[in-house]
């Protein structure tokens, strides 16, 4: 539930800080610089995706051709998929959180981050660690339905 409030804190701030922030810029320089400075970092930034993405599904394969498991690979695809999202989104604010996740050792701390804190293999297979239960409510037993006849 904390991700759920920390996501609505997001998607209710940011615009707020974008509008802020563009104004402040479009006052400084004016509006057609900063409309073009806009449209050039996300040009830019999606020329860098696709740099990054290509050189990141290199290393999938190349993991995979030696018969490693390619986890960095796994993680950094999805945050690579955020930040060209945040890249495409017009605005300043969300074009540096965009061109933080192209940083290949930025998102390589990341991932490691998500990996040692946030997964786990275990014997059944599973790769995702499942949270602890809080239902104390919760009694196991066993029952048996008997006939009043």
């Not at 999606?46 to 999938?60: I, M, P, S, V």
Request: glycine residues 8%.
């Amino acid at each position: 539930m904390k991700a759920m409030r920390i996501l609505f804190l997001f998607f209710l701030i940011v615009p707020f800080v974008e509008i802020y922030v563009l104004l402040q810029v479009g006052g400084l320089i004016g509006a057609f610089p900063t409309i073009f400075l806009v449209v050039f970092t996300a040009a830019l930034g999606a020329w860098l995706l696709r740099r990054q993405g290509f050189a990141t599904w290199q290393r999938f394969q190349t993991n995979l051709a030696q018969g490693t498991i390619p986890a960095y690979e796994m993680i950094e695809g999805p945050i690579l998929l955020v930040g060209g999202a945040l890249l495409l989104t017009p605005g300043f604010f969300t074009d540096a959180l965009g061109f933080a996740c192209l940083i290949p050792a930025l998102r390589r701390k990341i991932a490691q981050y998500i990996i040692e804190n946030h997964l786990l293999v275990t014997e059944s297979g599973s790769i995702f660690r499942q949270p602890a239960r809080r239902d104390a409510d919760v009694i196991e037993g066993e029952y048996r339905k008997e006939d009043s006849d």
